[in-house]
């Protein structure tokens, strides 16, 4: 019998905490603070932790009452350690190890990309590895292989801006609200693909990494050298061509790094998963391949904690009571998840 696993996220605005018991979610809660930095246009991080520290511990609470089960009941708790908002996860972690202290449980580190990476493990998704995986969120763009699940290795990822945040961007420009991607999708769809020519970045055979300050500038400069401000017939043109230079290099490096690596399946993660178009595009190139697509349901892909109790499964417990001087860390890995 496998030991319940109660998760803690708050990396960025999402207070979560879930109860998984090996690749079944037995409870998800997911917080969102969306709402609140809307005004913004962003996320502003004191705004986050301060909202993280009212919210952590009923969400956690409420974890364990979908999951009918106390404190006891779980083998351990894990926790996003890094990478994301330094105030944001610093909440979770003190919360994870106040909790694992005061029950005597081990505690679990884990990478959030690792998260998102382990995320088509649980049910009813189930892939296993070989698989190449993409995660694009606001926060993150990147290609990892994952030939074993406590080992994911980077091949690519953004140089600059993350994919989400180019569609933040760009939406913005737009006029939409925030955060941009379901709006801008809205629009994309009613507006032509190939009204307008964006620079795709890192345009070359073979690259794994991504680049979106190019094509960023472009529709800054395309929206702003217009002799009136577009209309509505315009708007969804600039839409529909930016939003497929953003997401084609996303679907055409996934696809290749899985051909070149010879993996049979390729998987999708991160907020920007939950976009039609990518979902087509990938789809399109994965059957030319016969590749498998694995994708979450919606609330997998963004952030949630059930994928932190996922990749907490592939990582190594820190005994009661050692972990007492770990801590939150902001930035990712160098050489990558298990470095
Ligand atoms: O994973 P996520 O919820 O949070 C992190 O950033 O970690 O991802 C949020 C990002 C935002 O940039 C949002 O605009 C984008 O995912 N997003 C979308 C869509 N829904 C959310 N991008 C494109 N199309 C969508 N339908
Ligand atoms: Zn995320």
Redesign the pocket.
Known sequence: MIDPILAIETS?DETAAAVVQGRRILSSVVASQAELHAPYGGVVPEVAARHHLGTVNAVVDEALAAAGMRLADVGSVAVTQRPGLIGALLIGVATAKAIAYAARKPLVMVDHLHGHIAACWLEPVCLDPPYVSLVA???HTRLDLVTDLREPRTLGQTIDDAA??A??KGARLLGLGY????A??RLAATGSRTAHEFPVGLRGAGTRDFSYAGVKTALLYAVRERPAPPDERERADLAASYQEAVLRPLADRLVAAAVDEGVPAVALG???A??GRLRELVGEGADRHGLRLAVPDRSLC??NAAMIGAAAQFTEAVPWPRYLGLDAVATAPPGGIAA
Do not use: F, K, Q, R
């Open positions: 960025c969120s606001g926060g989400g945040e569609i933040d955060p941009g991607g379901p801008l999708e991160g907020g920007v939950a976009n963004t952030d």
